[in-house]
């Protein structure tokens, strides 16, 4: 089993930047990431990275250009920097771990407990 710990949300206006981080500690798996869930939506995907090959990285086209995923080895932390942010991201972004890559939640083996997001207009 592998234990996430999400940091970092918070309250921002629109265009600001933020970042969080998510620690694991237990197992590891080949793919963390994030996917986030907007008031009254479904949870979706965000990005994710490959732990080995930390240049695998996949993005929903969403944020493409303006998120970035990175890993920490030696802290065993991912990170998500969210720049030129808008109210809709708004959302709880949950750290996510999983065998394979995958955007459906139904196929992640362990989650966070997420982190709030506010982005103000």
């Known amino acids: 089993q592998v234990q996430l710990v999400e940091s970092g949300g918070g309250l921002v206006q629109a265009g600001d930047s933020l970042r969080l981080s998510c620690a694991a500690s237990g197992r590891t798996f080949m793919y963390m990431g994030w996917f986030r869930q907007a008031p009254g939506k479904e949870r979706v995907f965000v990005a994710d990275?490959?732990?080995?090959?930390?240049?695998?990285?996949y993005y929903a086209d969403s944020v493409k250009g303006r998120f970035s995923i990175s890993r920490d080895d030696a802290k065993n932390t991912i990170y998500l920097q969210m720049n030129s942010l808008n109210p809709e991201a708004t959302a709880v972004y949950y750290c996510a771990a999983s065998r394979v890559h995958t955007t459906n939640q139904r196929v992640i083996d362990s989650w966070g407990r997420g982190t709030l997001v506010n982005v103000s207009s």
């Open positions: 990275i490959n732990w080995i090959l930390s240049s695998n990285t």
